[in-house]
């Protein structure tokens, strides 16, 4: 298996744009996760889902972030509009049940 | 509110000796702790774990000991070698594997030759 893939690696985008983020989570793991890490605040959950529904998602910032799980095989992590503090590095991660595997991430840059 | 706290944001070990990383946590339902690494550029890479039924695990050069009355961890590293320098992060879970993990700020630990 070739583990948890993100796609952009990198993304730069202007204020107010949309960002999607996505994620391929390693096949069989029923929970998947997306993290964001910065420097002030480390590497903070912002929502889990657990067969493809999300369960958690107290950790998102605000209401331009949104995620989806559509199947077992795909998530996507959507910020609308995008503001310069949302820049950071954003991880996906699943699980099997035991420890998580992630990815190496997307690096978002907000200008 | 940190759960987690990993109050060394860096370490500096020279190479051979041990290195000791400590993690503690004040969520008294966390019942499996884990350690990641994490090299610049990567994704955190999932090191070792112990659940809260023991007090050590042990894993070649790694072993995580567990002091569950302090709300205690910590990662020892023996003997130290250069490709451990890296960012170790401790992370703790509840909820029998279906939560999500909650992760301490890390820290840098580097191995001097």
């Known amino acids: 298996d070739a583990g948890v893939i993100q796609s952009p690696r990198h993304e730069v985008t202007e204020m107010g744009q949309e960002v999607t983020l996505r994620c391929k989570p390693i096949s069989g793991h029923n929970s998947l996760f997306w993290y964001r890490q910065t420097m002030m605040r480390g590497l903070e959950l912002l929502i889990y889902f657990n067969n493809n529904v999300p369960i958690d998602d107290s950790g998102m910032p605000e209401d331009r972030f949104s995620a989806k799980m559509p199947n077992a095989s795909f998530s996507t992590l959507k910020i609308q509009p995008s503001e310069p503090r949302d820049s950071a590095v954003y991880f996906c991660?699943?699980?099997?049940?035991?420890?998580?595997?992630f990815g190496q991430g997307t690096r978002l840059t907000v200008v | 509110d940190q759960q987690v706290k990993q109050n060394s944001p860096s370490l500096s070990v020279q190479e051979g000796r041990i290195s000791i990383l400590n993690c503690d946590y004040t969520n008294s339902m966390f019942d499996y702790f884990l350690w990641y690494k994490k090299y610049p550029a990567e994704g955190p890479t999932f090191l070792i774990s112990?659940?809260?039924?023991?007090d050590k695990n042990e894993d070649g050069r790694f072993t995580v000991f567990l002091n569950k009355s302090a709300k205690h961890l910590s990662l020892h590293i023996v003997p130290s070698q250069p490709g451990d320098s890296a960012v170790y992060f401790c992370a703790a879970r509840s909820g029998g594997g279906a939560d999500g993990l909650t992760f301490g700020k890390g820290t840098h630990l580097i191995i001097q030759p």
């Open positions: 991660a699943s699980t099997p049940g035991t420890e998580a595997f």
């Open positions: 112990i659940s809260s039924i023991k």
